[in-house]
């Protein structure tokens, strides 16, 4: 019989298992290659839009400067700095031939000397390949030397801040014409984030004006040292044309004058109706157009996880953006270049730079196919020698082509899919097993009723009258499972009955004596008893309320009582005060019994106050002429639950009856304390004494008297 149920539930474990497996592999496969292609797809799409908005921002970015620059270059004030500018330029050397201090024209040449020296110099070698020399860069012109040395050499700011000098020291009409037209000259380029602004006259190419006073300067560009630049060609090429109407760009590169960091000029004629007088040109900084590739470096905020980036490569190949490997670790993608065999000389550069922004060069194929036109997708090795999936496409700015290229590390990009292969393969297996188990149970349908009968048994074995079996077969383990929970829910019954008992029985302890003393009785002690080493203890009378009780019915003295002893136990609650017992008319109580209190004589005589007060107020309340005698004393005690079935705690020793001596000398609604009590509530001015008291085989002594008067603000004080 074993043998068959054995063999049974092997073949059924079988069959479920083989059958769930099959299907399994069959539905899994399908599922991961849809899977694959569209997370695939969707890898490429949000590169590929990612792409496209930022082709979009950066269209947008250079129409707006293109706008910016043409709306300014038709303002009239531009005008007019242009033509008086090269006026005050022209009138120069009169100025420097009728000048007195003529003399001092060496001082100016070792002054503008010394800046290129230990100013412009030093610093421009730091990011330049070779070593700048200083007669490449020092002009020679009369007329430019003087300009430099007011507005570089004297200006006291440093370089690339040297726009934050209003006027110069500079007597000449240029002087005046420049401290005129600055201030509102930077606040434009300022506005509107631009690096520098500058004035050109488009006769000599000289530089009339700069905001940023930088070495370039009152040069002439297209003859000078910068003659070599793209912004000198842009320069050359309008004075050619003289197009009123002309706008043209000048890549970025590094220039000179701005310590060779990444330039890009937007150059726009200036003209007095048809003619053109000047140029007007904007330096914008390569951080804008940056920051806009770069999403603000942004790059995970805008969905390129931790691997994805924005690469812009220009026309001569080398990048436009900073790259995010190198924003992020400088150090580790260096080493990366080197370990993928850069030149030297490029890693050296970013290093110097601190950018990879014209520094690095990139001619992987991807940018081969953008720079030739064309737009696509795929998986490619990037500049790192990373496989990446990338989407790329070509820029067109001004009159050269850009690529644009969106790419992310191909683990990351494919680690959904690898997760998807893992979640399969634990879903396999964990389909496995359930359909194991699955199978074992239906083997074993029909004894799982015995079992959680024989577990129900355990359990009420065990103490527990909790028990109920469920059992959903509709047979003669359906009768067992119901006469058994029958049985049990009878044992349940009588089990609450006697706990109901016993619950009210411990309530009624708690009632009766202080809550340390019930919970010792409930826990079987048999003798209780507690020595205290140090208790205030009070005794209170009701005086009157005899005399009262005989003009009353029975039943109306005793609510009357309740009423009052209820007050006083609620007063004893809010004042950590606990009763001890009441005898007719008499209200026993004490302090730091049950719970040490430090204040306790304290809590004590503000506890006394508060009896005086409810009695004032019920006899007042109720027209009955009622008052109460207190005696309070603190000491040691001894405290003990006395009687077998009928249990009452109460207090003995030479405190307790000290105590009740002073209550029953006391006059009504007085409060007598002794001598002891008074020196612990030396900081209470609330007693009137000592006053000599004869007490019963104590002869004459010394008692103090609480003073009434204290009684409404100190009670209630305590109270809330």
Not at 287 to 308: A, M, S
Not at 442 to 458: F, I, K, N, Y
């Given at each position: 019989m074993l043998g068959v149920k054995a063999g049974l539930q092997t073949k059924l474990i079988f069959l479920l298992v083989l059958v769930s497996l099959v299907s399994m592999a069959v539905v899994a496969a399908v599922c991961y290659r849809s899977a694959r292609q569209s997370l695939e797809q969707n890898v490429y799409d949000r590169l590929t839009s990612i792409r496209e908005a930022r082709k979009a921002q950066l269209a947008a970015r250079m129409t707006f400067v293109r706008g910016q620059v043409n709306t300014l270059s038709e303002d009239k004030m531009v005008l007019d700095a242009i033509k008086d500018f090269k006026a005050a330029v022209a009138k120069l050397p009169e100025t420097l031939q009728g000048e007195k201090a003529l003399a001092q024209t060496p001082e100016r040449d070792k002054g503008l000397r010394q800046f290129y020296e230990k100013d412009f110099l030093p610093a421009l070698r730091k990011n330049h390949d070779g070593n700048p020399q200083l007669e490449t860069y020092l002009p020679k012109e009369a007329a430019t030397r003087y300009l430099q040395y007011h507005y570089l050499a004297a200006n006291p700011h440093p370089y690339l801040q040297k726009q934050k000098l209003d006027a110069a020291d500079d007597p000449s009409d240029y002087g005046k014409v420049h401290a005129w037209y600055h201030a509102k000259f930077r606040k434009i380029a300022q506005t509107f984030g631009y690096d520098n602004l500058m004035l050109i006259d488009v006769e000599s190419g000289l530089v009339l004006y700069n905001v940023l006073k930088t070495t370039d300067f009152a040069t002439d560009l297209t003859a000078g040292v910068y003659s070599g630049t793209a912004f000198a060609d842009v320069v050359r090429a309008l004075r050619k044309n003289k197009d009123p109407n002309l706008i043209k760009n000048a890549t970025y590169e590094p220039f000179a004058p701005n310590l060779n960091k990444p330039s890009s000029f937007l150059v726009s004629t200036v003209a007095d109706g048809p003619n053109v007088v000047g140029?007007?040109?904007?330096?914008?900084?390569?951080?804008?157009?940056?920051?806009?590739?770069?999403?603000?470096?942004?790059?995970?905020?805008?969905?390129?996880?931790?691997?994805?980036?924005?690469?812009?490569?220009?026309?001569?190949?080398?990048?436009?953006?900073?790259?995010?490997?190198?924003?992020?670790?400088?150090?580790?993608?260096?080493?990366?270049?080197?370990?993928?065999?850069?030149?030297?000389?490029?890693?050296?550069?970013?290093?110097?730079?601190?950018?990879?922004?014209?520094?690095?060069?990139?001619?992987?194929?991807?940018?081969?196919?953008?720079?030739?036109?064309?737009?696509?997708?795929?998986?490619?090795?990037?500049?790192?020698?990373?496989?990446?999936?990338?989407?790329?496409?070509?820029?067109?700015?001004?009159?050269?082509?850009?690529?644009?290229?969106?790419?992310?590390?191909?683990?990351?990009?494919?680690?959904?899919?690898?997760?998807?292969?893992?979640?399969?393969?634990?879903?396999?297996?964990?389909?496995?097993?359930?359909?194991?188990?699955?199978?074992?149970?239906?083997?074993?349908?029909?004894?799982?009723?015995?079992?959680?009968?024989?577990?129900?048994?355990?359990?009420?074995?065990?103490?527990?009258?909790?028990?109920?079996?469920?059992?959903?077969?509709?047979?003669e383990t359906r009768e067992l499972a119901d006469a058994f929970n029958g049985m049990a829910g009878r044992l349940q019954a009588q089990a609450g009955k006697l706990a109901e008992q016993e619950q009210a029985h411990a309530t009624l302890l708690r009632n009766i004596l202080p809550g340390p003393a019930a919970e010792r009785v409930l826990n079987g002690q048999q003798q209780i008893s507690d020595d205290h080493a140090d208790v205030t203890v009070l005794f209170a009378k009701l005086v009157g309320f005899t005399e009262l009780t005989d003009a009353l019915p029975a039943d109306k003295a005793i609510a009357l009582l309740n009423d009052v002893v209820v007050a006083f136990d609620d007063a004893a609650d809010r004042f950590g005060v606990e009763k001890v017992k009441t005898a007719g008319a008499t209200y026993m109580a004490a302090c730091g019994l049950s719970v040490q209190r430090p204040d306790h004589a304290h809590r004590m005589v503000e506890f006394a106050q508060e009896l005086l007060r409810i009695v004032r107020v019920f006899g007042q309340e109720h027209g009955m002429a009622l008052a109460v005698q207190v005696g309070i004393h603190c000491g040691p005690v001894v405290g003990g639950v006395v009687g077998r079935t009928r249990f009452v705690y109460d207090l003995w020793g030479e405190t307790v009856n000290l105590a009740a001596n002073l209550q029953q000398a006391a006059d009504p609604d007085t409060i007598l304390v002794t001598q002891a009590l008074r020196d612990r509530l030396r900081d209470l001015d609330v007693f009137r004494g000592p006053d000599p008291v004869e007490l019963p085989r104590r002869g004459v002594v010394a008692v103090w008297t609480v003073l009434p008067q204290t009684v409404p603000a100190m009670a209630m004080a305590r109270a809330g």
């Open positions: 140029l007007l040109v904007f330096q914008f900084p390569m951080d804008g157009i940056n920051r806009v590739i770069t999403g603000d470096y942004q790059w995970e905020r805008d969905g390129l996880g931790k691997t994805g980036e924005v690469v812009l490569v220009a026309h001569d190949h080398r990048m436009r953006s900073l790259s995010r490997f190198y924003y992020e670790d400088p150090d580790a993608y260096l080493e990366t270049l080197r370990s993928v065999g850069y030149p030297k000389a490029q890693i050296e550069q970013i290093r110097r730079t601190g950018t990879t922004i014209l520094a690095q060069e990139i001619r992987s194929p991807e940018v081969e196919a953008a720079l030739t036109g064309e737009t696509h997708t795929g998986i490619v090795k990037d500049y790192r020698g990373k496989e990446v999936l990338s989407s790329y496409s070509p820029v067109e700015m001004s009159s050269n082509r850009w690529a644009i290229m969106v790419k992310m590390d191909a683990d990351e990009a494919f680690a959904p899919i690898r997760q998807f292969e893992q979640d399969v393969a634990v879903a396999g297996v964990a389909t496995t097993l359930v359909l194991g188990l699955l199978a074992l149970g239906l083997s074993w349908q029909l004894v799982r009723p015995l079992h959680r009968l024989l577990d129900g048994a355990r359990k009420v074995a065990t103490g527990r009258n909790d028990v109920t079996v469920k059992v959903s077969a509709q047979d």
